[in-house]
């Protein structure tokens, strides 16, 4: 059983890729999946993340820099595939990098955390155009959702959003993430919300419900899973 790679990719700076990528390895990790972030930013924000957890709670999925690696950043994600159920790989903002685009060409689902306003929704055309290239050569078969991340938890989508939102031609996830205290405080925890307990509910409803629709677009059955084989 070779690991599924998700690639949590947008060149929008702070659409929360970081968040997604380490929330949801986090999440999946402690349901017990064998999970591995693989953190291609050289800011290491994903690293810094995972080392700020204390000794006796360390993150629950292992955390690796691969930032170096650049455009050959799927020849080292290959090299880890055996060793994982999961690869979350964490992609840096930089419009001309060429990590996303070399992640993909190993990637089984390209997920997009986008804030819902119609400057960052613009701002994630690029990413959409990369995920085109390469589902119409070097992986057919990738997968792709637009993941709505900082949503006001009190408001319905603005207007300006829902109406960007069709011309986008990748399907939105039924998850998203609101605007909540919680996901900042757990990074200087070094863990997911689910550290926080009960004032952090809804963060934690939020991230199971990702992890959920994740773990079914990549047709993974837990119980299976848990078994030793993580597909189907
Ligand atoms: N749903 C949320 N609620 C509250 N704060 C959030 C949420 N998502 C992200 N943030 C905060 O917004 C900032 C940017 O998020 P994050 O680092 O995940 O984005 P990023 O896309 O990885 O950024 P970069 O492009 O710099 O890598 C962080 O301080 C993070 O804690
Ligand atoms: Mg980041």
Not at 130 to 141: K, L, Q, Y
């Amino acid at each position: 059983m070779s690991a599924l790679i998700v690639v949590v990719a947008n060149q929008k700076g702070g659409s929360g890729k970081t968040t997604v990528s380490m929330q949801l390895a986090g999440t999946i990790a402690q349901r017990g999946l064998r999970v591995l972030v693989a953190d291609t930013d050289p800011q290491a924000t994903a690293t810094r993340w995972a080392a700020s957890a204390p000794d006796d709670a360390p993150f629950p999925a292992a955390v690796i820099g691969l930032s170096a690696a650049e455009g050959k950043v799927h020849r080292e994600l290959r090299r880890h595939v055996d060793n994982y159920d999961l690869i979350v790989v964490d992609c840096p903002p930089a419009v001309d990098s060429t990590i996303p685009q070399s992640a993909l060409v190993v990637g089984d689902l390209a997920l997009v955390p986008v804030i819902p306003s119609p400057a960052d929704l613009w701002a994630t055309v690029g990413i959409r155009r990369v995920i085109d290239n390469i589902r119409a050569g070097a992986n057919e078969t990738l997968n792709s959702r637009l993941l709505l991340n900082q949503c006001d938890p009190h408001r319905t989508l603005a207007r300006e959003a829902v109406e960007i939102l069709p011309e986008f031609g990748i399907e939105l996830a039924s998850s998203r993430l609101g605007h909540r205290e919680v996901y900042r405080q757990s990074v200087a925890l070094g863990a997911t919300v689910h550290v926080l307990g009960s004032r952090a509910a809804q963060a934690i409803a939020e991230v199971e419900a990702l992890a959920d629709e994740v773990l079914e677009i990549l047709g993974v059955s837990m119980t299976a899973a848990r078994g030793g084989t993580a597909n189907g």
